[in-house]
């Protein structure tokens, strides 16, 4: 199985700051990787699919990049609305598999 | 629009089964791979079932953990998704999501709001 190691498991910043989550896998994924944000009480939201392309409807602030077995979800200008946990997960084979996920707090 | 309801969640004894339903509408559901992930309380996720999509003959994919215990099927017609889970674990208590994947090339767009199953004595 592939493992997805991701980091930090807490962030706390300041409004209008940017964001940096880490996400290695334990193989190369291809850039099968994806984003998503899961808000308490919500079910997960897709923000990022094929490591670096944004899924409808969610801000341009929000960003992916990375390829083989490194990559990395950027938030430009952290608004208040974007405190959640976040989660990586590769889809380059079965089983699918997901980062620890990260909570990220206002500071 | 695209929806998932899932139900059919609650609280049962160790040992015990359940069948969980996701009720999918607003797109071709014989186009879509359909998924089940799991989140324990206050835990990360963990993709435990999959049913391909007609081209690929509805073929099913499990996780190690529930390999042998859970059935992943689906009613065509009516467009339901059903996770039948038995020799239920506590382990097993999670809020439990159904999912849809287009073909592994788009991963999970949409979700349905969770159902609750609780494994207890």
């Known amino acids: 199985d592939i493992q997805m190691t991701q980091s930090p498991a807490s962030l706390s910043a300041s409004l209008g700051e940017t964001v940096t989550i880490e996400c290695r896998a334990s193989e190369d994924i291809y850039s099968n990787l994806a984003w998503y944000q899961q808000k308490p009480g919500n079910s997960p939201q897709l923000l990022i699919y094929?490591?670096?392309s944004l899924a409808d409807g969610v801000p341009s602030r929000f960003s992916g990049s990375g390829s083989g077995t490194q990559y990395s979800l950027k938030i430009n200008s952290l608004q208040s609305e974007d405190v959640a946990s976040y989660f990586c997960?590769?889809?380059?084979?079965?089983?699918?598999?997901f980062g620890a996920g990260t909570k990220l707090e206002l500071k | 629009e695209v929806k998932l309801v899932e139900y059919g969640g609650g609280l049962v004894q160790p040992g015990a089964s359940l069948r969980l339903s996701c009720e999918a509408s607003?797109?071709?559901?014989?186009?879509?791979?359909m998924e089940w992930i799991r989140q324990a309380p206050g835990k990360g996720l963990e993709w435990i079932a999959a049913?391909?999509?007609?081209?690929?003959?509805?073929?099913?994919v499990y996780s190690a953990s529930v390999k042998d215990r859970f059935t992943i099927s689906r009613d065509t017609y009516k467009s339901i998704l059903y996770l039948q889970m038995n020799t239920l674990k506590p382990e097993d208590t999670a809020i439990y999501y159904c999912a849809r994947d287009f073909s592994g090339i788009l991963p999970f767009d949409y979700w349905g709001q969770g159902v609750m199953v609780t494994v207890s004595s």
């Open positions: 094929d490591a670096n």
């Open positions: 049913s391909r999509n007609k081209a690929n003959d509805y073929s099913t």
């Open positions: 607003g797109f071709t559901f014989s186009d879509f791979y």
């Open positions: 997960q590769q889809y380059n084979n079965y089983p699918y598999t």
